[in-house]
T-cell receptor, first 115, second 114 residues
């Protein structure tokens, strides 16, 4: 069975620091997508960044970047210059390219940015 | 741009009552999904639809029914609500063409079953 594991239930850092959230997954598939979603207190689920497994280059979106290690099945999210508005739950998700359209989700990491 | 909207935002039901949650998207997406989110867990897929008039079961479909009569709407029904269905429900939609795998989410509906 395909699974996604987020080993850090909660993290907190000071504003402006850099923080890395970990995500590992288990699959026998070779082609798939990986996502990080952010869920602030408003509960809206917002896409942060995504990575296609066939791309070797790590995805970046402004202050957000990933460290994708396919062989190790690891997909960590780095947030640079963290801001108070980054406080949220962060979910890692996996989707095989030829799946039945189902995203497989981790349990989430609660990130708190302290002023 | 409305994106994905959900109605209602919050609802309290008594055990055995029925209700329908409405999801609407204005992005002309073919694919729509219903998830539930419980504390300490990731989202779990209830049902999904790959186009108007089609639906399929997800990971946790029992106790729920869905309909996709119009492309832009995806309805989730609870025929006889149970306390175990207390949860936050999210609707999502996606294009799913080529590399456009991103799912766009609605704001969620909080359901409390007493």
């Amino acid at each position: 069975a395909q699974t996604v594991t987020q080993s850090q239930p909660e993290m907190s850092v000071q504003e402006a620091e850099t923080v890395t959230l970990s995500c590992t997954y288990d699959t026998s598939e070779n082609n798939y997508y990986l996502f990080w979603y952010k869920q602030p207190p408003s509960r809206q689920m917002i896409l942060v960044i995504r990575q296609e497994a066939y791309k070797q280059q790590n995805a970046t979106e402004n202050r957000f970047s990933v460290n994708f290690q396919k062989a190790a099945k690891s997909f960590s999210l780095k947030i640079s210059d963290s801001q108070l508005g980054d406080t949220a739950m962060y979910f890692c998700a996996f989707k095989p390219m030829d799946s039945n359209y189902q995203l497989i989700w981790g349990a989430g990491t609660k990130l708190i940015i302290k002023p | 741009n409305a994106g994905v909207t959900q109605t209602p935002k919050f609802r309290v039901l008594k055990t055995g009552q029925s209700m329908t949650l409405l999801c609407a998207q204005d992005m002309n997406h073919e694919y729509m999904y219903w998830y539930r989110q419980d504390p300490g867990m990731g989202l779990r897929l209830i049902h999904y639809s790959v186009g108007e008039g089609t639906t399929a079961k997800g990971e946790v479909p029992d106790g729920y029914n869905v309909s996709r009569l119009k492309k832009q709407n995806f309805l989730l029904g609870l025929e006889s609500a149970a306390p175990s269905q207390t949860s936050v429900y999210f609707c999502a939609s996606s294009i799913l063409a080529g590399t456009q795998e991103t799912q766009y989410f609605g704001p969620g509906t909080r359901l409390l079953v007493l």
